[in-house]
Each structure stands twice: as C-alpha cells, then as structure tokens.
C-alpha cells in the first residue's frame, strides 16, 4: 500500500542511475537522496527556505561537508522522516 505526495517525486537510485541527467530534474525541483537505500526525491525548491528543511540540510552539511558521496545532495535521515517532513511543507 502506498500514498502519493504532490510535492515531491520518488524514484530508485538504481533505477535512476543510468539515466541520471540534468534534464530529469524539472525547473524549479531539486533531486535530493534519502535513507540507507539512497533514494531519490526530486522536491520543489522553495522547501529550501522552510525552517523544517533547513534542518535536514544542516545534518547534512554536518554529516558531509560539501563533498556527498552520491554526487547530488544527500539528506542523512530515515525515509520515513524525510516524508513526515515533506508532507508537512506540502500543507502549507
């Protein structure tokens, strides 16, 4: 059983990783990785400036710099808590 979240698209790394390009990632979204399975979320920018999301990316500069070991920017979180955070910016 499974939901859907408007805001925020979900995909596979290994699904992803032959065709990752620029061109996947619409304008205005940015593909972020979560979890042990290092999947793929591709998220409206704009949740970059909400004070719930500048959390995440805190634990991430604290946890890896600048340098993340996937290429793109890599969320150090569980799934679940990345979607609880994501759902919630969606309400607003």
Request: no cysteine; net charge positive.
């Given at each position: 059983m499974g939901f859907r979240l408007p805001g925020?698209?979900?995909t596979s790394f290994a699904a992803n990783q032959a065709s990752?390009?620029?061109g996947d990632v619409p304008k205005g979204y940015l593909a972020v990785?979560?979890?042990e399975?290092?999947?793929q979320f591709v998220i409206p920018i704009?949740?970059?400036n909400q004070p719930s999301f500048q959390d995440l990316l805190s634990q991430a500069e604290e946890e890896f710099g600048y340098v993340h070991p996937m290429g793109g920017l890599?969320?150090?979180c569980r799934e679940d808590l990345f979607?609880?955070?994501t759902s919630l910016l969606n309400r607003c």
């Open positions: 925020i698209r979900k990752s390009k620029v990785y979560v979890g399975k290092m999947k704009s949740y970059l890599t969320i150090p979607l609880d955070t």
